[in-house]
Nanobody, 125 residues
């Protein structure tokens, strides 16, 4: 059974940092496509960052230069380091995965099969 469990969310002031983690189990983690998505109240879910084979990454324009996606294959864990946080980063953050070997990272929801339950991030001004 595939499981994705996010952690690390919380409340911070603008300009602060948080690191989200996503522990994956139940499938072969290495070479899989992994991504972080977020959904703010009243808005659609959007892709934030993704990583695929050989560490290829992609980011939404709104977070480029502030967020960094990384992974530890030995621990089957995905991370999202979020710096210089802004109030508009406030959202529920979700980890997503698609097992298999994928060359390109993507920020499209339909490219992912498995989803975590989310971890909340609140940024105050």
């Amino acid at each position: 059974q595939v499981q994705l469990v996010e952690s690390g969310g919380g409340s911070v002031q603008a300009g602060g940092s948080l690191r989200l983690s996503c522990a994956a189990s139940g499938y072969t983690y290495s070479s899989s496509r992994m991504g972080w998505f977020r959904q703010a109240p009243g808005k659609e879910r959007e892709g934030v960052a993704a990583i695929a084979s050989y560490g290829r990454t992609t980011y939404a324009d709104s977070v480029k230069g502030r967020f960094t996606i990384s992974q530890d294959n030995a621990k089957n864990t995905l991370y999202l380091q979020m710096n210089s946080l802004k109030p508009e980063d406030t959202a529920m953050y979700y980890c997503a995965a698609r097992a298999g070997s994928w060359f390109l990272p993507t920020l499209r929801e339909y490219d992912y099969t498995y989803w975590g339950q989310g971890t909340p991030v609140t940024v105050s001004s």
